[in-house]
């Protein structure tokens, strides 16, 4: 069997050597203690970890450890963390440390991935090759059914590919579940039959691991078309228990709200590429990964590897979307899509609900300014004969 590698950022207390530290970290996600005991035998020492290198690296250090297949449990993604991202963190020898990446092998990628990726969405929403524009249910939390269903028609008709829920909407009593779906495809509906177009709405059913699944399935039932699931506040398993079901046979938009809590500090914590992987693993087929140039803060290098681990090949798993969110609106599309290229999802709520003459014209003025980029025109040469764009510009600007 190969080993799973696991890289780390450390940097060590001041009485302990990046060496000690990296074999502390080693230990600690093995076999060793904080002392010599008496119940270690030859074959629990075979799986012990291996620190392969030690470099340094600006303030700190880097390290790469393998651990031993055997100690994961094959389909089991809540021990693989607690073997790669366990409790090391709070190692004594450590002043930081940061997981950074981690490959796992074939043996232990036991998962069907996404079920439609990338190419299954763009057959769901009739597209090829261009960016998909998506927007979030604003405000927030606050709407009753009908006025949610009211902004989702107005984007629809406005030209987005997908709408979504936010991160805090499940199942208020503002606001019931059941009530805003059906409300909300019904308008979908209408938009349809006006623009001949097919838009996804990603309906929140994050809730207790238990009741998960059930809740899908009657949001399935009752039409939906695509499911959100935020990932980090209801756990890795939640993705995997819906896509492994097969009553579910819509996509997953998963959202990583609380993320930062452990992703932005660049010496400590864990990147945002393990969380990558293992959700591309589990069966999303579309993530946020974040934007070069929107509200939230990303190292744009970074950023690209992350959304590498959704698109590069992966033992036959099918690419996911990476989705650019966090204070977007037209005049950044621009500098989104030269950087992170086009199987992007641009998800913009401020920066189409906020457009001076409303959603449906926000919605207009972000397709436009993804229009201008697939054809090579730079967006404020397209805005000057597209009025939707153009308001937009001038109240936002292009930064």
């Not at 232990?108 to 969405?121: A, D, H, R, T, W």
Request: aromatic share 6%; glycine share 10%; charged share 25%.
């Amino acid at each position: 069997m190969s080993d799973v590698t696991a890289i780390y950022y450390f940097r060590p207390r001041a009485d302990t050597s990046p060496e000690q530290a990296a074999q502390a970290i080693c230990e600690e996600e093995t076999t060793g203690t904080w002392t010599d005991i008496s119940t270690t035998t030859e074959y629990v020492r075979k799986l012990d970890g291996t620190v392969e290198s030690v470099e340094p690296r600006g303030a700190g250090y880097l390290t790469r450890i393998t651990y031993p297949t055997e100690i994961f449990e094959p389909g089991n993604v809540p021990q693989y963390l607690s073997v790669v991202a366990g409790n090391l963190f709070g190692l004594g020898r450590l002043e930081a440390v940061r997981l950074l990446d981690v490959e796992f092998p074939e043996e232990l990628v036991v998962f069907s991935g996404p079920k439609f990726g990338i190419e299954g969405v763009r057959r769901l929403v009739g597209s090829q090759g261009r960016p998909h524009v998506g927007t979030i249910i604003k405000p927030k939390v606050g709407l009753n059914p009908t006025d949610t269903a009211e902004v989702a028609y107005q984007a629809a008709i406005g030209g987005v590919d997908l709408i979504k829920d936010d991160e805090t909407l499940t199942d208020q009593r503002f606001c019931p579940l059941f009530e805003r779906l059906p409300a909300v495809m019904a308008r979908l509906d209408e938009a349809k039959v006006e623009t001949g177009r097919n838009v996804l709405y990603a309906v929140n059913v994050t809730t207790r691991a238990d009741k998960i699944l059930e809740r899908a399935e009657e949001a399935v039932e009752l039409g939906a078309n695509m499911l959100m699931v935020d990932v980090i506040s209801a756990g890795f398993s939640a993705v995997q228990a819906l896509a492994e079901d097969p009553s579910i046979n819509v996509p997953i938009h998963v959202h990583r709200t609380m993320h930062a809590a452990m992703t932005r500090n660049p010496e400590h914590g864990i990147a945002m590429r393990t969380f990558a992987k293992l959700v591309r693993m589990l069966g999303g087929d579309q993530l946020h990964t974040g934007s070069v140039s929107g509200k939230m803060s990303h190292d744009a290098e970074e950023l690209l590897g992350d959304n590498r681990a959704l698109t590069d090949r992966c033992y036959g798993l099918k690419s996911m979307f990476p989705v650019s969110s966090g204070g977007l609106h037209p005049g950044k599309v621009e500098t989104e899509l030269r950087v992170l290229g086009t199987d992007l999802i641009l998800q913009a709520g401020g920066g189409i609900h906020g457009h001076p003459d409303g959603t449906a014209a926000g919605a207009r003025a972000m397709r436009q300014a993804v229009d201008a980029f697939m054809e090579g025109i730079p967006t404020v040469e397209y805005a000057k004969d597209h009025y939707e764009l153009d308001r937009a510009l001038k109240k936002w600007g292009t930064s």
